[in-house]
């Protein structure tokens, strides 16, 4: 998880409501990506940068919007949480092509009652 | 749809004895093919990454092998240990959409 923080580390809020995480990287890597775990999936995609002001739809990006206005900050925000939003939430960095090695950060769990 | 799978049940292994994942991909050639470590309420950290036109790797204990004949990984811890229990991940890149697809992992558990 070095060089890589995401906060809040748990959080629970109420259906309805707007929810912003925030990925924090100090290894100035280009790429950075936001991935949901759920049990019995993989991990999956919802959206990903790459570069400042650069940004593109993951697998499951319905329901989520992110901004990237400085290198080292990535935010992925829930527009209005649902209960099926429920997850935990992984930052990941990559320094050269996209699909190159990715380092994760320690994660963010979200309960959405 | 490209599809990953990976043993869903948890696989348990005597100490020092060799564990063996697997990861089988379908309707996916993938260029390459990158196994993952993941601890309880932690990110997952990489281990590996073979290449396509690459038979095998190894590292220290870990060695990968990559059919893309068979559409097959085989992940092989060697002299496992207790603190080799985690759960494994694979993932392989989506050239066309510069993705990584995901499979759900394998608990796996080293009994001393």
């Known amino acids: 998880d070095a060089g890589i923080t995401q906060s809040p580390r748990h959080k629970v809020t109420e259906t309805g409501t707007p929810v912003t995480l925030r990925c924090h990287q100090t290894e100035n890597h280009r790429y950075m990506y936001w991935y949901r775990q759920d049990p019995g999936h993989g991990l999956r995609l919802i959206h990903y940068?790459?570069?400042?002001?650069?940004?593109d739809k993951g697998e499951v990006s319905d329901g989520y919007s992110v901004s990237r206005s400085k290198t080292e900050d990535f935010l992925l925000t829930l527009e209005s949480a649902t209960s099926s939003q429920t997850s935990v939430y992984f930052c990941?960095?990559?320094?050269?092509?996209?699909?190159?090695?990715?380092?994760f950060g320690p994660g963010t769990r979200l309960l959405v009652l | 749809s490209q599809k990953i799978e990976q043993n869903s049940e948890a696989l348990n292994i005597q100490e020092g004895k060799t564990a063996t994942l697997t990861c089988n991909y379908t309707?996916?050639?993938?260029?390459?093919l990158q196994w993952y470590r993941q601890d309880p309420g932690r990110g997952p950290v990489f281990l590996l990454l073979?290449?396509?036109n690459e038979k095998e790797k190894r590292k220290e204990r870990l060695k990968v092998t990559f059919d893309t004949t068979l559409k097959q990984s085989l992940f092989h811890i060697t002299a496992s240990q207790p603190a080799d229990s985690a759960t494994y991940l694979c993932?392989?890149?989506?050239?066309?959409?510069?993705?990584?697809?995901w499979g759900a992992g394998t608990k796996l558990i080293i009994k001393p």
């Open positions: 993932a392989l890149d989506m050239d066309s959409n510069y993705q990584l697809i």
């Open positions: 990941a960095i990559s320094d050269r092509a996209i699909q190159e090695t990715q380092y």
């Open positions: 073979i290449r396509e």
């Open positions: 940068s790459y570069g400042v002001k650069d940004t």
């Open positions: 309707n996916y050639s993938p260029a390459y």
